[in-house]
């Protein structure tokens, strides 16, 4: 058992959650102020905002999240980011304990937008790809089952810390109930961690994407998702267009693909 390891097993949760979020600094603070100060094109409030921002380390502390909340901020601003008077709903793939479903959720009240969440509630689905270590040197394995959230666990973080009103579940593998979605999206974030499950979201959404909408995946510290996205033949065979501009592409976790 490593150093980390052994700390995060024996520290106290508050302390654990503390430290986690110290560490976490240098990354988040930079896009908390960004969200703060620069003005968006969708109407809120510097309030709304604080209040978005302090929700977000709030639900991180009762609800597993495995991603930094400087990435969960980075999201909520895309969704201000689009134009009120613009149509586009926004969709969550993976939604693992219901932490970033119930973060998103509070922003997508705020903006008016319908919020559509798939999962298989399952965990990850059985898959052949070799996995590794991500670019950072840390392992990456995603077992069958892994990071499995129920959606009556998913609803339940919702109903105390979000807005369900906001959401609507689809439950189901991608490939079984992404082809039937229809709907134009404001702003996708994925979080899926296969390659095959990657490619079968940006199949899907990447076509219903507004002009000026952003598809972010959370996968951007893996090899084989940072090998998939700057797949040439992927992105033309697939979806008939160029790689499209990308912000964080082999250098960070959350990647922002543009349209």
Not at 7 to 19: A, S
Not at 131 to 159: M, Q, R, T, W
Request: glycine share 8%; net charge positive.
């Amino acid at each position: 058992m490593t150093i980390k390891d052994s700390l995060r097993k024996n520290l106290p949760w508050p302390i654990h959650y503390v430290y986690r979020k110290i560490r976490a600094l240098p990354y988040d603070f930079p896009r908390i102020i960004k969200f703060l100060f620069l003005k968006p094109i969708t109407k809120i409030t510097f309030w709304q905002k604080i209040f978005l921002i302090s929700n977000c380390y709030r639900i991180s502390y009762f609800v597993d999240c495995p991603h930094m909340e400087g990435e969960m901020i980075e999201v909520i601003y895309q969704i201000f980011s689009i134009p009120s008077g613009k149509q586009g709903v926004i969709v969550e793939a993976g939604s693992f304990k219901g932490g970033s479903t119930a973060k998103i959720s509070l922003a997508a009240k705020i903006a008016g937008r319908k919020f559509f969440v798939f999962d298989s509630f399952e965990g990850i689905p059985a898959h052949q790809e070799k996995h590794g270590k991500n670019i950072f040197g840390g392992d990456a394995y995603f077992p069958k089952g892994s990071y499995a959230g129920s959606l009556e666990e998913v609803k339940k973080s919702v109903e105390k810390f979000g807005d369900i009103k906001s959401c609507e579940f689809i439950k189901g593998f991608f490939e079984d109930t992404m082809p039937s979605f229809k709907k134009p999206v404001a702003v996708g974030y994925l979080d899926v961690d296969l390659a095959s499950s990657t490619k079968t979201c940006l199949k899907y959404l990447y076509p219903l994407l507004i002009n000026g909408g952003t598809l972010l995946s959370q996968d951007g510290h893996l090899p084989w998702i940072i090998d998939l996205l700057s797949d040439e033949n992927f992105w033309q065979k697939e979806l008939g267009t160029k790689i499209p501009k990308m912000q964080g592409l082999g250098k960070e976790k959350l990647v922002v693909i543009e349209k």
